[in-house]
């Protein structure tokens, strides 16, 4: 089972819009694995396809923690 952390960034769309996309992560593994996109389906998505994993073997930890925080905190 692969337990992801996830990050919100805010973003603009190519119009201009506000938006949250996501940044999904392992940080238990030896090496950072991640992987961010628009929604948080298409980050695991693209994390699942990325690294071999299966996506129903995915879970998600919560709560999810904004850019700005996650930044001050590392």
Same mark, same amino acid.
């Given at each position: 089972?692969?337990?992801?952390?996830?990050?919100?960034?805010?973003?603009?769309?190519?119009?201009?819009?506000?938006?949250?996309?996501?940044?999904?992560?392992?940080?238990?593994? @030896?090496?950072?694995?991640?992987?961010?996109?628009?929604?948080?389906?298409?980050?695991?998505?693209?994390?699942?396809? @990325?690294?071999?994993?299966? @996506?129903?073997?995915?879970?998600?930890?919560?709560?999810?923690?904004?850019?700005? @925080?996650?930044?001050?905190?590392?």
């Amino acid at each position: 089972m692969e337990r992801l952390s996830v990050i919100t960034v805010p973003a603009n769309d190519l119009e201009g819009n506000y938006h949250t996309a996501f940044t999904v992560f392992d940080d238990s593994a @030896k090496d950072l694995r991640s992987s961010a996109g628009w929604t948080l389906r298409d980050a695991i998505e693209y994390y699942a396809r @990325k690294y071999g994993v299966e @996506k129903d073997s995915i879970r998600i930890i919560r709560p999810f923690v904004p850019q700005e @925080k996650h930044l001050r905190e590392r």
